[in-house]
């Protein structure tokens, strides 16, 4: 088994005394594409933040590139959700994914010539590069969007954490997104928050389902109606969890994983 | 020369509105785009009790204002971000109990307060040139840190959660730019006092952020708005024997207003 990237061991996190998350065990390996599904307050985002360092849990333990959250500053690269931003902040697509590079750069220094190389890739990858200049209120979802993302790239990480990068783009710009996260599976590992019950199925590698607690489905199993019903509280679409037209590979774990 | 540059005063008056202005501009843009305002205000009334205590004391009272602004920002900044304090009810505390201070160490000076009106509401006739030279240290402090910290400030600014996960210590930063917040206070209440300075250093970074595509060109555009309300302002209050402070706030007030309602018409054409 590949080496493992998170670890989560019997986490618990209340928010103001109301538990947010109840005894989650997890483990995210290298080379994980991980989508953790749930209904809002499930605490998706909460467990993100955790893996961040920014929310301490209450009990239980995290780990994280084998130490604590927090201290493994750059190796991260976070996607929060774009619908938080001030779209009247004067600054230009350029400077936001510039904010990339703050991990690898020094305090009283500016940003020097590989930052801005890192900067460039990131927005070639993300097709950015002919809006670099553009004012971050000029651009649509589906751009801040791929601007967040070329952001946490251009700080070279080996974890994208990604929350709900569809949320606020239209379909067409999804499947671009998720096209996207093809790409770059192939050489980082992954988790991603999202409400995309249907279509995320075809690109993951595992799916969590997290409603305070965490049930743990590992590829080529089958999601039903009634586990997804009972996780949201109504219903949804039923997701096939399997890879499509994938031959059974070696990389793909055979065994049923502990999450 | 025109006649008016004759007089001191007038000169001092001018190199008070330009060299205020610098760092308005710079400090207000962030106070704009954080939308901390209110913070600014807490601040800049807490200092009364550093207009008091300079009374109190027998010295410059700009001098007085110096701890007590600094003081208000860290304890501001320090009691919503680490004891669970709401901003407002922080904000509120010490904006009143600055005042109250200030009060008292009024009262308890013997005789009457010369000039205390100047120091509420502005008055940039009477800038003495020694407090030119401070207000020149000011600036030139704030603009070093503020060029050496520029990468950081826009982070904490604009993404304090990034900033922080990114290892920047933002607590640390968040609490130097609300002292320079509290400097900018210092050097302000010479021009529009302690009462109104929260209006010089919110309007001309509004204003400027309408036109300006980052942020150190909103810095520029401000402040050479607040050089040009200032200017006008004190052309203004000269010419109609005016209050100096308040004319300035009224001609930024009604170009802010004006520009406003230019915005809300070009958005609706826009929608049209």
């Known amino acids: 088994m590949s080496e493992p990237i998170v670890v989560c061991e019997k986490l618990c996190v209340d928010r103001d005394g109301a538990p947010v998350l109840k005894g989650l065990t997890l483990s995210v390996h290298k080379g994980d ?3 953790v599904l749930g209904p809002n307050g499930g605490g998706k985002t909460t467990l993100l933040k955790v893996m961040l360092g920014l929310i301490q849990p209450t009990s239980g333990t995290v780990t994280v590139f084998g130490g604590p959250p927090g201290a493994t500053t750059g190796r991260i690269g976070y996607v929060p959700q774009s619908l938080q931003f001030d779209r009247t902040f004067p600054i230009s697509v350029r400077e936001v994914v510039l904010m990339g590079r703050l991990s690898k750069s020094r305090l009283f220094r500016r940003y020097g010539r590989e930052d801005r190389a890192k900067a460039d890739e990131a927005m070639e990858i993300t097709g950015l590069t002919a809006l670099a200049s553009r004012r971050i209120g000029a651009l649509s979802g589906g751009e801040l969007q791929r601007v967040l993302i070329a952001r946490a790239l251009a700080g070279d990480p080996d974890l994208l954490l990604l929350d709900e990068p ?93 999450a | 020369m025109p006649d008016f540059l004759h007089y001191e005063f007038m000169r001092n008056a001018l190199l008070a509105a330009i060299l205020s202005s610098i760092a308005c501009g710079i400090i207000g843009s962030y106070v704009v785009v954080r939308k901390i305002g209110f913070i600014s205000g807490g601040i800049a009334h807490t200092a009364f009790g550093g207009i008091g205590l300079g009374y109190y004391l027998g010295l410059n009272p700009l001098v007085g204002i110096i701890p007590f602004s600094l003081a208000a920002a860290i304890g501001i900044g320090l009691l919503t971000r680490k004891a669970r304090i709401s901003e407002d009810t922080a904000i509120g505390a010490f904006w009143a109990a600055g005042m109250s201070i200030g009060v008292i160490l009024i009262g308890l000076t013997p005789g009457y307060a010369p000039n205390l009106f100047s120091y509420l509401f502005g008055n940039i006739l009477t800038v003495p040139t020694s407090d030119l030279w401070l207000i020149t240290l000011l600036d ?84 050479l708005l607040s050089i040009v309300f200032s200017i ?8 109609f024997d005016l209050a100096s402070g308040a004319t300035i706030i009224l001609i930024a007030s009604v170009v802010f207003l004006v520009n406003a309602i230019l915005k809300i018409r070009g958005s609706r054409q826009a929608t049209c």
């Open chain 1, 33 to 35: 594409f991980l989508a």
């Open chain 1, 166 to 258: 569809t949320a606020s783009v239209d379909p067409e710009m999804k499947t671009t997104i998720y096209d996207l996260l093809d790409r770059l599976k192939a050489d980082h590992t992954i988790v991603l928050v999202t409400h995309d019950t249907g279509t995320i199925a075809h690109h993951v590698s595992r799916i969590a389902c997290l409603n305070c607690t965490l049930d743990m489905h590992e590829e080529g199993s089958t999601l039903g109606r009634t586990s997804l019903e009972s996780l949201y509280g109504y219903p949804v679409d039923i997701v096939e969890h399997r890879a499509p037209s994938a031959p059974p590979t070696s990389s793909t774990p055979s065994g049923h994983r502990h």
């Open chain 2, 232 to 239: 006008a302002g004190l052309w203004l209050s000269w010419v």
């Open chain 2, 140 to 223: 030139l402090l704030i603009g070093l840190m503020v060029f050496a910290l520029n990468k950081e400030f826009l982070a904490v600014s604009f993404d304090e959660e990034y900033a922080r996960i990114s290892g920047l210590k933002t607590l640390a930063l968040d609490l130097l730019m609300l002292c320079l917040i509290a400097l900018t206070v210092v050097i302000m209440v010479r021009v529009v006092g302690i009462v109104m300075v929260i209006a010089l250093l919110t309007i001309p970074a509004a204003v400027a952020r309408s036109y300006s595509s980052s942020l150190p060109r909103m810095m520029a555009i401000a402040a």
